[in-house]
């Protein structure tokens, strides 16, 4: 379970770098953008998600459970900052006029849905190993 939950945490990150990278390219990070998604919480996901998947892979090696439940603490961090950003990010997803400008109009659609369906697969994984199934 636990190299499933390294597999899954790393299809996830491979997902955010790509919705990341679409959002800076797009200039999100430009202080005259339209983006309704805040740089500190976007780079604090990417930052979180980057020292989760390092103390996960500590974890690995190391095997102190103690690690794999630091773990879970900060995938429930980036799932609550994730789900801010989604509720963010729907309303230019639908198309609203003002939001038209916005750099994250880019974000392909099979993209999020299958970041957000990795993210929880790996929540559900790295919960089992810690617990200990």
């Known amino acids: 379970m636990n190299i499933a939950a390294l ?9 955010g770098f790509v919705l990341l990278a679409k959002w800076v ?3 999100g990070i430009k202080p005259d953008n339209r983006t309704r998604l805040p740089a500190p919480v976007v780079f604090a996901h990417f930052a979180v998600a ?9 974890y690995l090696i190391a ?8 773990s879970l603490g900060l995938l ?10 989604v509720t963010r990010w729907l309303p230019v997803r639908a198309g609203n006029a003002a939001n038209a400008q916005a750099p994250e109009t880019s974000f392909p659609l099979p993209v999020v849905g299958a970041h957000g369906l990795f993210a929880i ?5 790295v919960l089992l ?3 200990g199934i």
């Open 50 to 58: 980057v020292v989760g998947l390092v103390l996960w892979i500590v």
């Open 25 to 27: 390219t797009g200039g």
């Open 63 to 70: 095997d102190v459970d103690a690690l794999a439940w630091i």
């Open 7 to 15: 597999i899954l945490w790393i299809i996830t990150a491979a997902g």
């Open 76 to 85: 429930v961090l980036l799932a609550l900052t994730g789900l801010l950003m």
């Open 129 to 131: 190993t810690a617990i």
């Open 121 to 125: 697969a790996t929540v559900v994984t």
